[in-house]
């Protein structure tokens, strides 16, 4: 089954066209790396999938739902996750609340049953906080649990984030950039994780990256976005060799000086 | 037919205080996208110091109006550096918060210095009471003068932004604060002046109004509010609608009250308010949309 | 054994105390411990909209006259008795309050305070000049309390009344932010976009803290009506809303137990400073300026550090998620090569 279907999105801000008829298939369990140079539209079409941003035109669809359109919060319902670019932790909780507030979806305390601690509300909040914890020992952050969200490193907090998606059983992840502020030995670690969950769970992921060698390593395909529009779509080796895919990152005169050489 | 043109008059003139006062707001809010709510209040002091320097110590008006403004700048400089210039990292609620304090703070010393509650202070008039008539509209000369020196401080603010070092700096760090600092412009200083500048414009505002409206110390707060009415409807990040806002919200105030219910002068700018946050939140000229403060 | 003193023993010796003030204190401090009371529910009512929802808005002090003016008109025109009467001043007061979400969703920051602040100007007004119905500027009296059967005046009636609603509004509030919704309250203040990813209705939870906020505040204003035994205008004006604003800028944001401590403070020296209405604008003021500049998580930050003072978004067994050595199951469990991760040492606060 097609996981997710972008047919023809187009996205415009004001006058500016920001996504223009992007189509691609992500079949479930696939790893899918979403590349392109600054500004080509990457972000705009998570944000757009998950439902943050309004699409002008085209259609996507998610597990054979139709989602374009629908609220974000209704698309996280139906067991879609996401993760930011430049986003922390809230630094208001520790990093196990942090992980919890992931199941929000998952628990149905109402605000009467919290402020009077009902049995059922008690009995949820423990096993919230146990699927919690499981979830960071998942990805080895267990450690931190009680620690205030903002005493991690930023790459750090980007592996809980991932625990936070993880922990109400997301069908499909969509990661921004989730190698940044890692390491070498760190990026080849997340490279791990992110196989570990998909051979494991069960999990398709879409991710936005600029680092190459995780592009190239745990990603099944690449979509190459430039100037909102999708340019190649195919097996990493085959992208990578691709000219246009080159001259896009860094201009013609580059490839044309590279053929010539 | 009297009755218009008396509204006329009144709304007009009020309506160019309040474009003043809007200005200031406008102009800080332009800079830093950070509301001073201290700002009514500084024109209040600034009204007072005007008159200990005309009534209470006798000084020529045009002199104490100067010394005025030049104390709201002096004071303008100091709240910016003492209660904004370190919370502008933090956060805008933060300075509004801040703001809030120093707007109570200058309020309770006016009530100290100069009087109580109800104690309400007259400005001698400035011109004789004896209304002319233009056009078939009887105004008071006062009203005329007021009128006079508010646009001539608007022209003056124009010609200052325009052509003057300080105000091209000025402009340039409302428009783009990066792209500023990148150019070598110090916007630590430039906001310090922002602010100052705005308050002087608002110490003039204080000095013409005092022969027409009476001095207390609340008077701070309902000009705020007036005036970020007018600010609001104009959109916060246009310099001449602070202006229009001004005149219109100026008008509003004058017909409603005079035609429906005096009850409704001060009440209209909190509706205004109201509607245009929710229905049009960037105001008649504002152009961007609303961005999360 | 270990004696704890953290935040629920200071709550309790807090209320302690507050019990037996009507056995040792003459009738002006039962009357400074009762309006302190109420502020405790009008600070917590606050807290939990702006410091854990993270909602600008400054139209508590309406509410609270929306709360106290619904009671006495409902007793005074309607002939209502007390006991109905205060629960239909509170209900109002939440409607209101809900009813301002709507608009209030699209604004944030500075525009949500000053569009919230002209409602709250504009709610002033109405009281003061629908004389048909509110009685105008002049106000109106109330009837004393009446607590029959229970043999207790009406002094004595109302403060232990006060007392009780507070006790359990406080722990109403604790209970509920240490759920689901005090989460789901923090993360719409701290990132209401990743909030959303994560399935947080933002229209719900922002309407629930208002509602909250306006129930807490028309509580406190149901309150009000018997303490004062006369209802004007006049006490819910902007100096009120700056009052309840610095008691949790100064108490904690985001705390319940800041949301006490702020509101005592604050009685205590609204009470002291009483005579002097310049002198009561001047300290108000350079308090709140003073705590935004130095110290803007409030006293309780002081506090929070000690064992048993934290104050947790969550409520389950601590003990069962420690980690200890190898043998704690969790630890085994988690044999890849981030737990290596786990073992750098996490950074110092602040980044």
């Known amino acids: 089954m097609k996981m997710l279907s972008v047919r023809d999105l187009s996205v415009a801000f004001g006058g500016v066209l920001a996504l223009s008829e992007v189509s691609f298939d992500v079949a479930e369990g696939e790893i899918v790396g979403i590349i392109g140079p600054n500004g080509a539209g990457k972000t705009t079409l998570l944000n757009t999938i998950s439902g943050l941003s309004r ?112 922990v109400s059983e997301p069908k499909l992840v969509l990661l921004d950039e989730p190698a940044v502020g890692l390491s070498v030995t760190r990026v080849a670690e997340l490279d791990g994780l992110l196989r570990r969950i998909r051979d494991e769970r069960g999990v398709t992921f879409v991710m936005i990256e600029h680092v190459v060698r995780l592009v190239m390593d745990v990603c099944d395909r690449v979509v190459v976005l430039n100037y909102g529009m999708k340019i190649e779509d195919g097996r990493p080796e085959e992208v990578s060799a691709n000219g246009q895919v080159i001259e896009a990152y860094l201009g013609s005169g580059f490839d044309a000086a590279r053929r010539s050489s | 037919m009297m009755m218009f043109g008396y509204l006329l008059a009144s709304g007009i003139t009020t309506g160019a205080l309040y474009a003043l006062v809007a200005l200031g707001i406008t102009v800080v809010y332009k800079a830093t996208r950070a509301v001073n709510f201290a700002h009514g209040d500084l024109f209040m002091i600034c009204g007072f110091i005007a008159y200990t320097f005309h009534v ?90 007021v009128l006079a020196g508010a646009i001539a401080v608007m022209l003056l603010f124009a010609a200052f932004f325009k052509f003057t070092r300080l105000g091209k700096m000025m402009q340039a760090t409302a ?112 152009g961007r949309s609303l961005r999360k403060v | 054994m270990r004696l704890a003193f953290g935040s629920r023993q200071f709550l309790a010796l807090l209320f302690l105390g507050l019990a037996i003030i009507p056995w040792v204190a003459n009738p002006y401090i039962l009357y400074v411990a009762n309006l302190a009371l109420l502020y405790i529910i009008l600070a917590l009512g606050l807290n939990l909209l702006v410091g854990y929802a993270g909602q600008f808005a400054l139209a508590n002090a309406a509410m609270f006259g929306i709360g106290a003016y619904g009671t006495g008109l409902l007793e005074v025109r309607l002939g209502l008795p007390y006991l109905l009467a205060a629960p239909g001043g509170a209900l109002l007061a939440m409607l209101i309050g809900t009813a301002i979400t709507f608009p209030a ?24 000049h629908w004389y048909s119905v509110t009685y105008g500027g002049g106000g109106f009296r109330v009837p004393n309390l009446d607590l029959s059967p229970l043999p207790i005046g009406p002094d004595l009636g ?13 722990v109403l509030a604790w209970s509920l932010v240490r759920s689901r919704i005090g989460r789901a309250f923090v993360a719409i203040r701290d990132g209401e976009i990743a909030a959303q990813s994560l399935g947080i209705d933002l229209l719900r939870y922002k309407a629930l803290a208002f509602a909250l906020s306006g129930f807490y505040a028309g509580v406190a204003g149901a309150l009000y009506t018997p303490l004062l035994g006369y209802i004007s205008p006049e006490g819910f004006d902007l100096f009120q809303m700056i009052i309840q604003k610095s008691m949790i800028v100064v108490g904690g944001m985001g705390s319940i137990v800041g949301s006490v401590i702020g509101a005592t403070v604050m009685v205590a020296l609204l009470e002291l400073l009483r005579e002097f209405k310049s002198t009561q604008e001047i300290v108000f003021g350079s308090i709140l300026i003073a705590f935004v500049l130095f110290r803007p998580r409030g006293i309780v930050t002081l506090l929070r550090r000690l064992p048993g003072w934290e104050e947790p978004l969550s409520s389950f067994d601590r003990r069962r998620y420690v980690v200890s050595g190898p043998a704690s199951p969790a630890a085994a469990a988690a044999a890849t090569g981030l737990a290596r991760a786990a073992a750098e040492p996490a950074r110092g606060e602040g980044r």
């Not at chain 1, 020992?137 to 930023?154: D, I, K, Q």
């Not at chain 2, 200058?106 to 008539?133: E, H, Q, V």
């Not at chain 2, 990066?178 to 608002?202: C, D, E, N, W």
């Open chain 1, 55 to 166: 699409a002008s035109q085209g259609e996507i669809h998610f597990a054979g739902t139709r989602i374009t359109g629908r609220r974000p919060t209704e698309i996280a319902a139906l067991g879609l996750g996401r993760t930011f670019q430049m986003s922390q932790l809230f630094p208001g909780m520790t990093v196990l609340e942090n992980v919890m507030t992931g199941l929000h979806l998952r628990t149905r305390a109402s605000a009467l049953a919290a402020a009077f601690r009902t049995r059922g509300m008690r009995a949820e909040e423990e096993e919230a906080a146990g699927k919690a914890w499981q979830a960071l020992a998942y990805v080895g952050m267990e450690r931190f649990a009680h620690r205030p969200g903002t005493e991690l490193s930023f790459g750090q907090q980007r592996i809980v984030e991932i625990a936070r998606t993880l």
């Open chain 3, 158 to 170: 109302i403060y232990y009344l006060s007392w009780v609603v507070t006790l359990v509004l406080v």
């Open chain 2, 56 to 145: 209470m110590w006798g000084m020529p008006y045009v002199l104490s109006l100067v010394l005025a403004v030049a104390a709201g700048f002096v004071i303008g400089a100091l709240a910016e550096r003492i209660a904004f210039r370190p919370l502008m990292e933090q956060s805008l609620v933060s300075v509004l918060l801040a703001t809030i304090g120093l707007s109570f703070v200058l309020k309770g010393i006016a009530r100290g210095i100069w009087g109580g509650k109800g104690d309400f202070i007259p400005f001698p008039p400035l011109a004789s009471p004896t209304p002319i008539s233009l056009g078939g509209i009887l105004v008071m000369p006062q009203q005329l003068i």
């Open chain 2, 175 to 286: 428009d783009n604060q990066k792209a500023a600092k990148l150019v070598g412009i110090r916007t630590g200083r430039v906001y310090m002046y922002t602010f100052a500048v705005g308050t002087s414009v608002a110490g003039a505002a204080a000095v013409l109004m005092a022969p027409i409206t009476l001095l207390y110390p609340d008077i701070g707060f309902v000009l705020f509010i007036k005036s970020f009415a007018a600010a609001v409807l104009g959109g916060l990040t246009s310099i001449p609608g602070a202006v229009v806002g001004g005149f219109l919200i100026g008008l509003i105030e004058a017909f409603s009250g005079g035609y429906i219910s005096t009850n409704l002068q001060d009440v209209s700018s909190y509706i205004v308010i109201m509607l245009v946050l929710i229905f049009l939140p960037q105001g008649l000229f504002g």
């Open chain 3, 105 to 128: 969703l699209r604004l944030s920051g500075i525009y949500l305070a000053l569009s919230t602040l002209a409602f709250a100007m504009f709610s002033q007004w109405v009281l003061l």
